[in-house]
């Protein structure tokens, strides 16, 4: 199989830093915003800080890939002798919680590394992170060259699969009104 060049983006989360001022939640939420920086709601960011100041908790985690099913059991790590909470790491959007599902719509966000064009230097989150918690890297790696079904496929599929054809459509043509 052939191989390809292919870029590995990186944001490294150093949580002793992170005092939980929730930043790079109102800069990604405005950056997703449509129009771009029209208004920001943290319930819209592709970041979510898991935070518990009485117990110096401070957990900024990214959304990753969304599951229609939530998992057999529960994860709960213990660091340093801090407890964190059940499924704190995680960053599926999943049926079990609230976390990284537009509020309107219910449908799953994804962290898309601050796609633009042309391309930012930075994710938005990490230049606005002022206590440099997160630390953004880039790397090449060669891989297999792939054939596979585009992305925005998956992703249609199993939205199709979690709310159903007619509410995907019905949001697809309220966004795409207020364009
Ligand atoms: S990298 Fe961009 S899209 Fe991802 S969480 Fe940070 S600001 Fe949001
Ligand atoms: S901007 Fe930085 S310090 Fe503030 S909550 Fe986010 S990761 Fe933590």
Same mark, same amino acid.
């Given at each position: 199989m052939a191989k390809i060049k292919k870029k590995i983006k990186t944001i490294k989360v150093d949580l002793d830093k992170c005092n939980g001022c929730r930043a790079c939640e109102v800069i990604c939420s405005a950056f997703h915003a449509n129009p771009k920086y029209s208004s920001n709601n943290p319930a819209r960011s592709r970041i979510?800080? #898991? +935070?518990? =100041?009485?117990?110096?908790?401070? $957990?900024?985690?990214?959304? !990753?890939?969304?599951?229609?099913? *939530?998992?057999?059991? +529960?994860?709960?790590? #213990?660091?340093d002798g801090k407890e964190y909470d059940e499924c704190g790491f995680c960053r599926a959007a999943c049926p079990s919680r609230d976390a990284f599902k537009e509020p309107d719509s219910g449908l799953p966000l994804k962290c898309d590394?601050?796609?633009?064009?042309?391309? +930012?230097?930075? =994710?938005?989150? $990490?230049?606005?992170? &002022?206590?440099?918690? &997160?630390?953004?890297?880039?790397? *090449? *790696?060669?891989?297999?060259?792939? %054939? /596979?079904? *585009?992305? $925005?496929? #998956? !992703?249609?599929?199993?939205?199709?699969?979690?709310? !159903?054809?007619?509410?995907?459509?019905?949001? %697809?043509? +309220? #966004?795409?009104? /207020?364009?």
């Open positions: 979510r800080m #898991i +935070r518990d =100041p009485m117990r110096d908790v401070y $957990v900024p985690v990214y959304a !990753g890939e969304y599951t229609a099913a *939530e998992c057999m059991g +529960r994860d709960k790590y #213990i660091i590394m601050c796609e633009d064009d042309p391309p +930012r230097e930075k =994710p938005l989150c $990490v230049e606005w992170c &002022l206590n440099d918690a &997160l630390i953004y890297e880039e790397r *090449e *790696e060669e891989v297999d060259e792939e %054939v /596979k079904v *585009e992305d $925005v496929e #998956i !992703g249609l599929e199993s939205m199709i699969n979690k709310y !159903g054809l007619q509410k995907v459509m019905d949001t %697809v043509a +309220r #966004i795409s009104q /207020k364009d």
